[in-house]
């Protein structure tokens, strides 16, 4: 059984920076990839950004040049860190995990951006 604990949400300002972080524990053997995707009320969960195991990364073209992944494969640990933050990144943040054998999902954190 894999577990992921997210932390990092809040509430800031419009123009401001928080930073997520996800670990994973359990029975965790060959990740392929971790990533970070987001729900806004009403809408379907999209993919924000996704590393591999070889740290390849990609981005939604709506957060490119503002957000960056990263993870530390040692301690099963990817961190997303936003800056210039805008009131339409407003979400809750899941954070994913993907292996050989299973897909998993965070219970997911809480991001605000007030205008």
């Known amino acids: 059984q894999v577990q992921l604990v997210e932390s990092g949400g809040g509430l800031v300002h419009s123009g401001g920076s928080l930073r997520l972080s996800c670990a994973a524990s359990?029975?965790?053997?060959?990740?392929?990839?971790m990533g970070w995707y987001r729900q806004a009320p009403g809408k379907q969960r999209e993919l924000v950004a996704t590393?591999?195991?070889?740290?390849?990364?990609n981005y939604a073209d709506s957060v490119k040049g503002r957000f960056t992944i990263s993870r530390d494969n040692a301690k099963k640990t990817v961190t997303l860190q936003m800056n210039s933050l805008k009131p339409e990144d407003t979400a809750v943040y899941y954070c994913?995990?993907?292996?050989?054998?299973?897909?998993?999902w965070g219970q997911g954190t809480q991001v605000t951006v007030s205008s």
């Open positions: 994913n995990i993907v292996t050989l054998t299973l897909r998993s």
């Open positions: 359990g029975s965790i053997f060959s990740i392929l990839a």
């Open positions: 590393i591999t195991s070889g740290g390849s990364t």
